[in-house]
């Protein structure tokens, strides 16, 4: 115990002789423990927390390549996705997805670009995420036998949150998605509702 007591005295006599280099290691130890911590917190967020769906690990992704370049995927088209989804008996349901365009949105009189997500009916009962408020879309809704789908829209949390004030009337109420109206019918509701961008 004596030893361990002389070395923090002569440590700490060192640091106080040269207070540059003890500002210098300091700082150091400082910017490497954020970047450290900043980090994590990003792989965390993005990899290790499961999605706030049902089943995560259970969930693949289907795509179509050409035997010429292999390592290239494409996206299955309308027609490929409806054949699966009449013939495949391996998956216990199966939904499209396309998104990531930004469009032009006009929401309570306020115009402003947002991205956007075009989903198959079977969606959000697939990923087994409820209504936070009124119904989700259906595969009614989107059905292409009847002609053209439904103008239906669901809202993203941040969205519901930052335009239309957290309203908890939204459904019914409408949305301009360019030049098409859009009628609100819900928003899910997720573990990490924060998480759903708007």
């Known amino acids: 115990m004596t030893l361990l ?3 923090i005295r002569y440590s700490v006599r060192m640091l106080v ?33 499961p999605l706030p769906i049902r089943d995560p690990g259970q969930l ?33 349901n199966l939904f499209a997805w396309t998104g990531g365009g930004i469009v032009n949105l006009e929401a309570s009189g306020a115009k402003y ?6 989903v198959s009916g079977e ?12 119904r989700l879309i259906t595969p009614d809704d989107l059905s292409l036998q009847a002609g053209s789908p439904a103008a239906v829209a669901i809202l993203g949390y941040g969205c519901w949150k930052g335009r239309y004030n957290g309203d908890p009337t939204i459904a ?27």
């Open 113 to 118: 670009a947002a991205s956007l997500s075009t």
């Open 17 to 49: 002789r040269s207070p540059v280099t003890t500002a210098v290691a300091i700082l150091s130890l400082a910017l490497g423990i954020g970047a450290n911590t900043a980090i994590f917190s990003l792989m965390n967020a993005l990899i290790l927390r």
């Open 60 to 92: 693949v992704r289907l795509s179509t390549s050409m035997p010429q370049n292999p390592d290239r995927e494409s996206s299955l088209s309308l027609a490929m996705y409806q054949q699966f989804r009449r013939d495949q008996r391996v998956f216990s």
């Open 172 to 198: 019914g109420k409408t949305i301009r998605v360019e030049d098409r109206v859009l009628t609100i019918k819900s928003l899910p509701r997720l573990k990490h509702a924060e998480r759903i961008s708007a």
């Open 5 to 7: 007591r002389q070395d």
């Open 123 to 134: 969606y959000f009962s697939t990923l087994g995420i409820p209504p936070h408020i009124g």
